[in-house]
Structure formats: C-alpha cells, structure tokens
C-alpha cells in the first residue's frame, strides 16, 4: 500500500501557481521526498526531491514541513504541458515507493 | 544523450508462459530498477541492480526475476505468466546506486498482456 497521500486530482488555470499536497505520515528520517510526474504512455519523470530544507529548481519549488509529515510541490506558473498525474514518492531502502498520484488538469 | 531504453514495447503472452523484457539504461548509469505499474496497484518497486548485484527486491513472488549484465542492460524475467501480471513495466537508470538522493530516468515502459 502507498505510505504517502495525495488529492485525486487538482485543477488550475494556466499561468497560475500550483500547490500539490502530500501527507506522509509515516516517513522516516532518512528517506528522501521525491516528486515525479507522468503523462499518458509515458514513464515518470522526475520533478525535484529533497531531505528537509525546501528546494528549488527550473521545473518546480518543494516545500518541506518541519516535521516531513507533508510536502507540497510548487509550479511557479503552470502551463497546458504541465498537465500530468503527480507522484508524491518517498525513495528508502526499498526503492522509491510512490503514492496513488495527483491527476493535475490546466484550464486554458 | 540516449535515454532509457526498452524493449518491447508491446507484449501479448498466453497464461503459464514466461516473458523476458530488457532495459538499456542511459549510457554510464549502473543502477536499473524495475517497477510494475498496473490500475490497481499504481506504481510497485520490483527489484534494483547495481554493478550486476540485486540491491534489493520488492514484495513480489519468486516468479519475478531479474539481471544485470556487464554493460549495464538488464532483463527481467516473469514466469508461469498469470492474468494478474498485465501491466506496464517500467524500468529506471540512475548514476548511483538507491534511489533515495538521486534522480532516476524512467524508459516508456512495456505493456504486457496476459491473456
């Protein structure tokens, strides 16, 4: 079973940020919080990860609670392409183990 | 630079037979793991190998197989196919060995059917 949770889905308008909420309730203290993204007949493809610190990067921003039980991925400004299901992903010893995915829709 | 590739794409196999998928990861990248992606279950860590050595395994029957060979490409291998094994197999490269501080590259995975 997943160990992480996520929205079914989330819609935005293009242009606007998006936040996408993760829960991980049981996360442990050394496994990272990954974020991957996939589109139809497509594998995932990795978005940002990190430990505790927020981070940063072109594709996206990753803010960290305090105590790492939630996550929420930012795209500054998103457009149609960044419409995909978003993995919330927490990668231990037991390989990255993803959550069920955000279905995330972009209105024109 | 390539990136991951595998092979076949597409996959139609009759119940009690095996299957065989390959993985060539992108080039100079030595960890591959492979993930079951089916409606169901979403997403489920299968196995990893580095420099030809299973790191670890996921919580699937000993049906489910694996190798990594000298130049990096892996093949995983499913016998006696049952219905429950359609799904979309994914395979991952990654420089470093784990996937808890690394990025990892996803193929387009091979849709198998099992019917």
């Known amino acids: 079973d997943a160990k992480t949770t996520q929205p079914n889905s989330m819609e935005s308008n293009e242009e606007e940020p998006v936040h996408l909420p993760c829960n991980h309730s049981?996360?442990?203290?050394?496994?990272?919080i990954h974020w991957y993204r996939q589109l139809p007949s497509q594998g995932p493809e990795y978005v940002i990860h990190?430990?505790?610190s927020n981070v940063n990067n072109r594709m996206a921003s990753l803010a960290i609670a305090e105590d790492r039980k939630s996550s929420t991925l930012i795209l500054h400004r998103a457009t149609l392409r960044d419409a995909a299901v978003y993995y919330c992903?927490?990668?231990?010893?037991?390989?990255?183990?993803f959550g069920k995915g955000t279905h995330l829709i972009i209105q024109p | 630079k390539a990136g991951v590739t595998q092979t076949p794409r597409y996959l139609i196999k009759t119940r009690g037979q095996q299957v065989t998928l390959s993985c060539s990861p992108i080039?100079?990248?030595?960890?591959v793991s492979w993930y079951q992606q089916t409606p169901g279950q979403g997403l489920q860590f299968l196995f990893e190998?580095?420099?030809?050595?299973?790191?670890n395994k996921g919580n699937f029957p000993g049906r489910f197989s694996g190798r990594q060979f000298s130049n990096s490409r892996s093949e995983m291998n499913v016998s006696t196919l049952e219905l429950g094994d359609s799904a979309l197999y994914l395979c991952?490269?990654?420089?470093?060995?784990?996937?808890?501080?690394?990025?990892?590259?996803f193929g387009q995975g091979t849709r198998l059917t099992v019917v």
């Open positions: 049981t996360i442990s203290g050394t496994d990272y």
């Open positions: 991952a490269s990654s420089l470093l060995p784990g996937t808890v501080n690394t990025e990892a590259f």
């Open positions: 990190g430990l505790t």
């Open positions: 992903v927490e990668g231990g010893a037991d390989g990255l183990t």
């Open positions: 190998y580095f420099s030809e050595t299973q790191r």
């Open positions: 080039s100079g990248h030595r960890s």
